[in-house]
């Protein structure tokens, strides 16, 4: 096992002694003893920890007009629906894409159109008032490409008017420019169905129309510049050759998408692990003349099921959809709060999950074989329950870390997973040095200037959150000095923004981002006085909240003034005690950043947290993680506690 390098951080009695209005350990202790409590109550028998996911009710929406489509849509379950989609509309009329977030249009018109469908009169107020906005923002020829398909489908948007994404698209080779491997495997997996649903242009008219929400029969052009000159043609290139296809191409082109489709469906019964690919693939699969009973649409179909929420409400029973899952993330996050928190690595609790998690390592073949096709498989882990074409590089580092600190004589087959992930991350590094999250290279930006990419990232570019996960992990493994490592640095080092902060690309967003890369660089070997690390802790203490806080809105993804700026949250505040907690252990901000995790917590142990602090695709989709509220402030307790205590670490009682 890895030893912890000498130059890793800690926060001494000493040197809390000299902060002001300092929590004292019992404070501190007591509220870690409840949250570890709590954590050890969300635990499943099974092993795993999972706290749901909630996003926008896009999904929602699409889930019902999907059903509609088939002829599946289930009168009780519309009325569940459209409960929890009225119950998210804002007193505007209107809905965000994250809580408290500015109003959307393409949010607004699918919630809109799902109520219609569930029989809401369009003159009662909430759907006058929602109507107002959708027109006030160019109706629907103003929507996303996503939106106007999902209403071509019924006849409400004229398939003419949507940009081509022919079939052909899956006979390229890896090589060719736009092949399948230039987009994220989120993307090509969305983009593949997609592709026979767009080649088919099938209509199944609502029992209403959509007249009222009409501004345009054209839609507005977003794209600007010569790139998108140069795609326009293209598109108008392939909208010719729609009208008159090379028909053995086209059918064999829509056969071999059919076949890559089915190739990828997860044991679970969908693709991905996440909701666009999988409903676009029940659509696909469906029109090429797959019955609703043959085995794979079936499978499909009760698959997604199981990500629907069922709860009561005031008004009745509601209903929701989550779009993905994430146990092996939430799990190996919970074994390395527990650990933090002072729980032996012999707790029962410790041991099961690390057992799931271990079971839970895959082996198979996967997309990521494309770019690099002499790595085996194996050391690998996904974010979800069934994702095994997708293993992720975060999850991997993230797993290994918690493993870390466990052996073989606790749980045997530790090491060798261990040494299995670390070979197959250091196999996933790209060029530049660092890691993105599912594949190596991904980096063309052809893919984004596609006038059907107008939904948010399309690729998955290194970025210096994941880079940091590795980074530590592997300094944690004694290999900081090795060459891979090294490159990794200095692309987190190149990563760092003229104020000292690093980009979050899957947790939001700067606080996220320059956390993980301060705990790495300290990891690593980095000195408190080094420069980049010293810019980061600056920039942390500069954005701390007058609470004693932090909290970073959505909008700093595309708004400078929200950078660090936002209403503090647990998650948040969590993100960046670690970083200083490893980078400046005497900062005066994390006394009351600590005070503030203890004044907040709730009488069970947990901590609330309505703000979202995931993030899908930065600009435009976005994810509230259950369980970011309870295992990064555990995480943070906990390194306060053992700190403060001189290396006493905090024994929460067990359950």
């Known amino acids: 096992m890895s030893q912890v390098l ?56 699409e889930d019902l007009l999907m059903r509609e489509f088939l002829g599946i849509l289930d009168a009780a379950d519309l009325a569940a629906a459209a409960r929890w989609i009225r119950s998210q509309q804002r007193d505007d009329g209107t809905w965000a894409t994250f809580y408290g977030g500015p109003a959307d249009l393409d949010t607004t018109i699918e919630a809109y159109v799902a109520l219609k469908l569930a029989g809401d009169d369009i003159d009662a107020p909430h759907m006058a008032s929602a109507r107002e906005f959708i027109l006030a923002g160019g109706g629907i020829a103003a929507a996303r490409v996503f939106t106007r398909l999902w209403l071509a489908l019924f006849g409400e948007w004229s398939w003419d008017e949507l940009p081509e994404m022919p079939p052909e698209i899956v006979l390229l080779p890896s090589w060719a420019p736009l092949n399948l491997y230039d987009w994220g495997c989120w993307a090509r997996q969305t983009i593949v169905p997609i592709t026979i649903v767009a080649a088919l242009r099938p209509v199944r008219p609502l029992p209403f129309s959509l007249a009222e929400i009409q501004t345009s029969s054209r839609a507005k052009n977003t794209k600007t510049g010569l790139p998108a000159t140069v795609f326009g043609a293209l598109d108008k290139a392939l909208k010719l050759y729609r009208k008159s296809p090379i028909k053995p191409t086209r059918r064999f082109a829509l056969r071999q998408a059919a076949e890559w489709i089915l190739a990828r469906q997860e044991a679970d019964g969908g693709w991905g692990g996440i909701q666009p690919p999988w409903v676009y693939s029940i659509l696909a699969l469906h029109l090429l003349g797959y019955p609703l009973d043959h085995p794979a649409v079936e499978k499909a179909i009760k698959g997604l099921d199981g990500f629907l929420v069922r709860e009561d409400s005031p008004q009745g029973p509601v209903r929701w959809l989550e779009a993905c899952q994430s146990p092996v993330w939430d799990t190996c996050l919970a074994i390395t709060a527990l650990l933090d928190a002072g729980v032996p690595a012999d707790d029962p609790a410790v041991i099961m999950a690390a057992k799931w998690m271990l079971e839970e390592e895959i082996f198979t073949p996967g997309d990521w074989q494309i770019r690099r096709p002499g790595l085996a498989p194996g050391g690998m882990w996904a974010f979800e329950f069934a994702n095994d074409g997708y293993p992720d590089v975060d999850d991997t580092a993230e797993v290994v870390l918690s493993l870390d600190r466990l052996n073989d004589d606790l749980l045997p087959g530790t090491s060798g997973a261990i040494e299995r ?55 944690r493994q004694g290999m900081a000095d090795i060459p891979e490592a090294r490159r990794g640095i200095d692309y987190l080092l190149a990563e ?24 790495a660089l300290v990891t690593a070997g980095f000195e408190t006085s080094d420069d980049a690390v010293a810019r980061g802790v600056h920039w942390l203490e500069q954005r701390q909240n007058a609470d004693g806080g932090w909290g970073e809105d959505i909008r700093s993804y595309f708004e400078v003034e929200w950078r660090g700026r936002g209403v503090s949250t647990p998650a948040q505040t969590a993100w960046a005690l670690q970083g200083l907690l490893a980078a400046a252990p005497s900062s005066p901000a994390i006394a009351s950043g600590v005070q503030w995790l203890i004044d907040n917590q709730r009488s069970d ?11 899908g695709f930065p600009g435009a989709f976005y994810l509230s993680y259950e369980m970011y509220r309870y295992v990064f402030p555990i995480s943070a307790l906990g390194r306060y506690v053992s700190a403060l205590g001189e290396g006493r670490g905090c024994q929460a009682t067990a359950t």
Do not use: C
């Open 6 to 61: 000498r130059s890793e951080r800690t926060l001494t009695a000493a040197q809390l002694a000299v902060v002001p209005n300092e929590p004292r350990e019992p404070a501190a202790a007591e509220a870690l003893a409840r949250a570890v409590d709590y954590l050890r109550s969300r635990q499943d028998d099974a092993g795993w920890w999972r706290g749901l996911m909630r996003t926008n009710v896009t999904m929602d929406a």
């Open 421 to 475: 992930g670390v070979r197959w991350t250091l196999g996933m590094q790209s060029r530049n040095g660092g890691w993105g999250a599912f594949d190596v290279d991904n980096t063309s930006t052809l893919p984004t200037k596609v006038p059907f990419s107008d939904f948010g990232a399309v690729i998955d570019p290194p970025s210096a959150d994941v880079t940091a996960h590795v980074i530590e992990m592997l300094a």
């Open 496 to 519: 760092q923004e003229r104020d000292g902060a690093w980009f979050g690309r899957w947790g939001n967003n700067y606080v996220y981002g320059t956390g993980a890369a301060l705990v």
């Open 605 to 615: 142990g947990g901590w609330d947290e309505d703000h979202y602090t995931g993030t």
